[in-house]
């Protein structure tokens, strides 16, 4: 396919001598909001889901990592729009989505993105999905292919053994847990119940996701498996094996940045993510 080749050609970047001050060391301001956004509630699944849209064109999902919020993904966005009906989603228990008495699960947020998906009468849309989005994005192609054309997954994992043990204890990644509560606070319809949301949500990364190579072999749907060279919670042979397992995935990995290079290095992270999903859909 050429737009993975030419994706791919990126990562030979990493070749460059690191910048004097260590960006992936950093964890950059959330981006501000994008003007133009419509923004509402879908009732899903016994929960209120936030979302909110922008522009007009071939659909993009844009899914944020765990603890997050859609906020995060405002360099995307102003990326996209020109060009892409964009599709920002706040996921179950996150930012200024409810949540219910129900376990978090992988397999119960990507049906809610399938029934928001519905309500907004989207038949089919790519996903970019950051992390636990990453995640969503691939059980997405492996449950409900129908309803996704391409998966940018950044940062994902497949099993558990794609995790650094310990993260939490990395400076940049308790920041952004610190920030990520701050967030909970300002922006949920629960605002002072972080602890019990966050517990709920370590209890699903202590068991999820735990996909078995069959699975992964089973996978029609393209996907660009990406990272920053320097993600402080998968190891980049898990990357490796995500690519290898999974039919015909790409491989980027992007260059003096982190767990959070969208923030960290936009530009690259924006090139790579534009290049795949507008890549000639005949290849």
């Not at 737009?3 to 791919?8: P, T």
């Not at 909110?52 to 405002?74: C, E, F, M, Q, R």
């Not at 898990?238 to 960290?264: C, E, V």
Request: glycine share 8%; aromatic share 8%.
């Amino acid at each position: 396919m050429r737009c993975r080749r030419s994706v791919l050609a990126l990562a030979l970047m990493l070749a460059m001598p690191c910048f004097a001050t260590e960006r992936w060391q950093t964890l950059p301001p959330t981006p501000p909001p994008v003007p133009g956004e419509t923004r509402g509630f879908a009732n899903v699944n016994g929960i209120h889901l936030f979302y909110a849209t922008i522009g007009t064109g071939k659909p993009v999902v844009l899914l944020h990592g765990g603890l997050a919020n859609s906020d995060y993904w405002g360099n995307q966005v102003r990326a996209l729009a020109p060009h892409h009906q964009v599709i920002l989603v706040d996921s179950r228990g996150h930012g200024r989505s409810s949540r219910s008495e129900a376990p978090f699960g992988y397999d119960l947020m990507t049906d809610d993105v399938v029934a928001l998906l519905d309500k907004l009468h989207i038949m089919r849309a790519d996903i970019v999905g950051w992390s636990d989005g990453g995640i969503i994005g691939i059980d997405m192609a492996l449950r409900h292919r129908d309803r996704v054309g391409r998966v940018f997954a950044f940062g994902a994992n497949t099993n558990l053994s794609g995790l650094i043990p310990n993260v939490e204890q990395n400076p940049n990644f308790a920041a952004f847990v610190k920030r990520a509560a701050a967030d909970y606070k300002r922006l949920s319809p629960t605002p002072t119940e972080f602890d019990a949301f966050n517990a709920q949500i370590g209890h699903m990364w202590d068991s999820q996701p735990n996909w078995t190579d069959a699975q992964l072999s089973r996978i029609t749907t393209p996907i660009l498996i990406a990272d920053g060279q320097h993600d402080e919670g998968i190891p980049l042979e898990h990357d490796i094996y995500m690519s290898r397992t999974i039919p015909n995935a790409g491989l980027l990995i992007l260059p003096n940045a982190s767990h959070f290079a969208f923030l960290q290095d936009p530009a690259l992270f924006n090139q790579a993510m534009l290049e795949f999903i507008d890549g000639n859909q005949n290849e």
